[in-house]
């Protein structure tokens, strides 16, 4: 009999996996990192409860650490089968994977120079080489054909319209001569969407597993670039610096879609645009490279011989001391730099500098997850933690919600209503209790479906 585990994202927007296992095989739909709460972030220590050995595919949705972030572990632990993603995820999967691996070495550095970890010495989960030798596995596959892995398991791919390269994941499972097909939705996008296509509407599913990560919430439905005008022009006006804590990968790459449409259509003044991320510098230039997943407006300003994330002034620091340099700069401007959850990297320097000033915006542009400094920030705290001092918060907090790559649970329904016929079992997954649970009940309210909300761990038989 075939079966479905848990093993992440129940409960949490983090945290990734899924363990199919039919006809004596198994396979894994994503293996990311859990994030945000010290609990959940020991759960990357934790064995699998499985070999990893004893996985033979491994297929990804999308390319963000809470999808993939974990591989370079799971081969560390003896994992040797293939890692299936399409085109785009792959190359970006080669960004992200050895600078999470950077990351993880120096956040064990920092522990051991301060002392705080209970571990003499504190490792990290796994290397940059490590990382950098688990791309050796990875394998980019032609997602527009139906891919036959074995006897037991069949693929089938779907637009998900949540960044580039997001695939939904069919996969058909046989055995004992009965076959289910189970639809990983991963991270579903919104619509309409600024520069991909947006999610396909497979033609149904026995199982589904459908992310539920603003469950609880619809996004505002006001004019969302007057509102980011309102925030870059006001803060402007009194002298400040709008700080954009971003993911590299997607949300900086709208922002700068944005922000030149609205300065050539004359809706915004132009004024120095900072990306003062190398990783979504790289992910600017491999969103360029793959047109194939760009939608009709997008393609429409490229034939005019645009580049459709380059504003006027826009700068593109890669370097360190390019970075530092905007400490000093005391003129109106935009930095948008990473993390989206202001947990790490170059944002945090300029939140340090900026946060203490009343003339600056802070401005979030994302999900803010449980446990994270964005949310705090968010969430009207007075101080925050940063490089071990509490930093004072008499900035302006913004956050603009429209420019989410999650579908709410208006889009959600809607797309699930487009269904020809409803999954025999919908798992929600990917959302935190609040979010899932009320999920849960619109989808069995309106559209009659037998739903469950699996817990970390649980393993169900198809």
Known sequence: MATLTFLGATGTVTGSKYLLEAGGERLMVDCGLFQGDKDLRLRNWNPLPIPPSSIQWLVLTHAHLDHIGYIPRLIKDGFRGQILASAATVELARLILPDSGHLQEEDAEYANFKGFSKH??????????EAVKSLESFRAIDDTETLELSPHYTLRFYRAG???????????????????????????????????????????????????TYGNRLHPQGDFRAHLVSIIESTAGRGGTVVIPSFAVGRTQELLYLLRELIEDGKLHSLPVHVD???????????????????????????????????PDVHFDRTRDQSIALNTAHYPMIIISASGMATGGR?????????????NTVLFVGFQGAGTRGRSIQSGAESIKMHGREVRIRA???????????????????????FHKAPRRTFLVHGEPPAAEALGQRISAQLRWDVALPTYLQKVSL
């Open 277 to 311: 991320s190398p990783m979504g510098i790289d992910a600017t230039d491999i969103y360029l490279r793959h047109k194939e997943e760009h939608d009709l407006e997008t393609q429409a300003v490229e034939s005019r011989g645009l580049k459709p994330f380059s504003p």
């Open 162 to 212: 949540h960044i580039l390269g997001a695939r939904m994941i069919e996969v058909t499972a046989r055995d004992n001569g009965s076959a289910h097909r189970v639809l990983f939705s991963g991270d579903l996008g919104r619509f309409p969407q600024l520069i991909l296509y947006e999610p396909v509407v497979p033609d149904g599913a026995d199982y589904l597993l459908v992310e539920s």
């Open 120 to 129: 003499k010495p504190a490792l990290p989960l796994y290397t940059y080489e």
């Open 396 to 418: 302006r907090i913004e956050t603009l919600e429209n420019l989410s790559a999650h579908a709410d649970y208006g889009e959600i329904l809607g797309w699930l209503g487009r």
């Open 347 to 359: 944002v945090l320097h300029h939140l340090e500098r900026c946060l203490p000033d009343h003339r």
